[in-house]
């Protein structure tokens, strides 16, 4: 076999023609007529494999999910961007794979739905939990599951969500929200239940639960939906985008801001939105019709709508991991990184956009292994949330769907179909099962048939979370050295007592509403810490009815409020 490292061979018929990214596979030669010429292996590999299986525990975790990238939509990347006999430097470089079932539940007769969707999907491997399409982290009854992003960062870890879609679409949202609808995407959507509703006694929409959550990164787009505006709770009457900024998220919304990030941690969490909606795909194309298979083959071009502006899925994912693996650090990351569009495309019957998706994810899921390779104490995980409905059909050939037929590396025709819907109609998800590949501690977990929820407990266990650990909720006030209606006379300090320290404490002493004094304003008080104080001479105010109103502000911006009445009477 006559391998040609760092460059893609390209037949006369291609001379000329940009191929598109692909600098960093390995090709194959035009020639494949000789014995053993076509040939992945060289000799047994029961060392190689023997040595990639290793059980403990892994300090990091990144998963990489390409959406919609079932084993078809791997293949037409692969054929069209390194030839046949090539290999994706990244997904065919992550060595101990496996596959899994995606199928969900129907909800209401709890029986399988061989279907699935992304938000069921996504629950799935993020809770451990089945569950029915359209759900969000909640089971079939409507019930939140803790996902394994909670669980990391209750358990001390950084977290990440990184994806090309909209940051409320389903794959991102399930790490960091429970609704009934994936639709719920900001306050006002019509897809929000009661259930789900912040007015009526729910945790909110999956925006408003993601500024909850609080990643250490994220990265996407879905910029629209922080424009909404919170209907109920601490921050009514703001839009989601004052929320984050009030609560000290660090907003970037170009290349050149994520490129200039420096830090990201719970006292300034990096929010990245690239676009109003979904981003750009790198590449775009003809899409496939009626008669495209029996038109002259295509190359593929880049999008001129992924401007320099706008950050490659490579970018995000090295950048977050750059940032979540600070040295400073006591404990690991978990990171989720989203190939969205592959999906979309696939959706589309746009086999170059497709294709091109793909392509930025394997140069994502590469970047992630080579960070793994390096460090020595990270498991990656790269799989697909489902099946979809591309396939790759006989050259030049029309079908009873639509077709499109590409030129690809090899200089050969490669037809693509979509037969599942009719033109300018949306191509179905499909029930295979599909391939996941891992590298690290815990890879051997994915060999063989497995679930998507394997994943959910082979991540766990990995990083070794306890799942009982709960998430830091606003600051609790356990006590005040005062009680309500209480007598003061004389030099009075206010000890006010928190469950752990808050990023500040406001203690303020009032007299109808107007301000007397604080502890930023009084001498030897103090607002920091789980026992902020507030010290005053009672003998400086009238005699009379006064309030003591505390407002006890989390690192997240969350705040507990508590005003005790109190008399001073010095004569």
């Known amino acids: 076999m006559r391998l040609t490292a760092q460059r893609t061979v390209l037949s006369s018929a291609l001379a000329g023609v940009l191929v598109l990214g692909a600098a960093a596979g390995y090709a194959v030669s035009a020639d494949l007529t000789g014995n053993g010429d076509a040939r992945r292996i060289a000799g047994d590999q029961t060392s190689t494999v023997r040595a990639e299986l290793r059980g403990g525990a892994a300090r990091n975790v990144i998963l990489l999910i390409g959406d919609g990238m079932g084993d078809s939509e791997i293949t037409a990347a692969r054929n069209y961007q390194y030839g046949a006999a090539g290999r994706l430097p990244g997904i065919d470089g992550v060595p101990v794979t496996g596959q899994y079932t995606t199928y969900s539940l129907d909800r209401s007769t709890h029986e399988p739905d061989y279907v699935t969707d992304s938000a069921a999907s996504g629950s799935g491997w993020s809770t451990g939990t089945k569950t029915y399409n359209g759900a969000i982290s909640v089971d079939v009854d409507g019930a939140a599951q803790k996902t394994v992003l909670e669980m990391a960062k209750a358990n001390g870890l950084r977290t990440g969500d990184v994806s090309t879609a909209e940051l409320q679409d389903a794959t991102p949202a399930v790490l960091v929200s429970h609704v009934s609808d994936r639709g719920c995407y900001a306050p006002s959507s019509s897809a929000c239940t009661d259930a789900d509703r912040l007015e009526t006694g729910g945790p909110g929409s999956i925006t408003e639960q993601l500024l909850n959550t609080r990643p250490d990164v994220t990265l996407g787009g879905g910029a629209a939906s922080f424009a909404d505006t919170a209907r109920a709770g601490q921050w009514k009457g703001k839009t989601l985008m004052q929320q984050a900024d009030a609560r000290g998220f660090d907003v970037v919304t170009d290349a050149a801001g994520l490129s200039g990030a420096t830090r990201a941690d719970q006292s300034a969490p990096l929010l990245g939105l690239f676009s109003g909606g979904n981003m750009p795909t790198e590449w775009n194309g003809a899409p496939a019709t009626r008669t495209g298979g029996t038109e002259a083959p295509i190359r593929c071009a880049a999008n001129p709508a992924h401007t320099a502006a706008v950050p490659t899925l490579k970018a995000m994912t090295t950048k ?10 006591k404990k690991g990351f978990f990171l989720q990184v989203e190939g969205a569009s592959i999906d979309k495309q696939d959706h589309a019957a746009n086999p170059c956009a497709q294709i091109g998706e793909t392509v930025a994810f394997d140069d994502a899921v590469a970047a992630a292994l080579a960070f793994a390779e390096q460090d020595g104490n990270t498991s990656v995980f790269v799989t697909a949330d489902h099946g979809h409905s591309s396939q790759i059909v006989y050259p030049g050939t029309t079908t009873p769907g639509l077709t499109r037929t590409l030129l690809t590396a090899d200089g050969a025709p490669m037809t693509m ?31 063989g048939l497995t679930d998507q929820t394997d994943l959910f407990f082979t991540m766990r266990d990995t990083l070794r979370l306890d799942p009982d650990k709960e998430l830091p909720g606003a600051p609790e006030i356990r006590s005040v050295n005062i009680n309500d209606g209480a007598v003061l006379r004389g030099n009075k300090t206010f000890v006010v007592t928190l469950d752990a320290p808050a990023k500040y404490t406001y203690i303020e002493l009032n007299q109808g509403g107007v301000w007397k004094t604080d502890n930023t304003k009084a001498p030897g008080s103090t607002n920091a810490g789980s026992k902020p104080t507030l010290k005053i001479d009672t003998r400086d105010y009238p005699d009379g009815t006064y309030s003591l109103k505390i407002d006890a502000v989390g690192i997240d911006g969350r705040t507990t409020e508590k005003v005790l009445d109190l008399e001073i009477r010095n004569h």
């Open 320 to 329: 977050a991991i750059d940032l979540l693996d600070a040295p400073s650090a």
């Open 417 to 447: 179909a979509y037969g599942t819907a009719p033109e300018g109609g949306s191509q179905d998800h499909t029930g295979t099962q599909v391939r996941i590949a891992a590298y690290g501690p815990g890879a051997a977990n994915v060999v």
